[in-house]
């Protein structure tokens, strides 16, 4: 039996940086001005620099490493849909609830959704798939 | 009409490296030990460190911000699916093709791969969904 049952959920609470946007720019080559540029961003839909999605996804990665269902965890397949910018500086919540459990294989399958925590309004909504460690 | 067509592709080529795989794990806080040690990862199905699967994902985000469409791009959306670890200096290739053109918003779907360079296996497969930059 799996140690993990569906409806249990962890949460974290980041808050996302310039110096991670930058550093994120920095690791990945991805430049885009709409991260890194005031002046770009600002003839923009969104009017200022918003930080790359991929954060917040690699924040999700972090919440399934270490909150559920924790170390060892392997990645199998994660969906994203981003469905509103993040400024720098906003803190966000990463929430992970288990929706299905495949026993014979110890797979799970997260919702997994981050919201501003000043609004609870959702940036991007998810479902990941995992493999969870057997001990 | 958009200045893309269905079949257009781009593909880059990175190097992971250590360096990459300890600073994402600095960045996102994701310290998950089949990462980042090797004593752990050599008791895994793997046998030794794997890059985090999101680095791979960074690599999309930044050839849909240099590449194609471009700068300006607005990520929407992302499926990702991580059909083998990628290894520690492993080069992998990361290609993009517009799968599908929907005129009237500028939303580009793209077929997003990430293949080993060395014999041309898949390590992540998945879709892009982007707003193009108007000019």
Known sequence: MSKFQVGDSKTIEVQITDAMVRDFAKLTGDF???????AFAATTRFKRRIAHGMIAAGLISRAIATELPGAGAVYLGQTLKFTA???????????????????????????????????????????????????
């Open 85 to 135: 910018p993040v400024f720098i500086d906003e803190v966000i919540t990463i929430e992970l609830k288990v929706k299905a459990i495949r026993e014979e294989k110890n797979i799970l399958t997260l919702d997994t959704i981050c919201r501003r925590k000043s609004d609870g309004s959702t940036v991007l909504e998810g479902e990941a798939t995992v493999l969870a460690p057997r001990n």
């Open 32 to 38: 885009n001005p709409i991260h890194l540029d005031d």
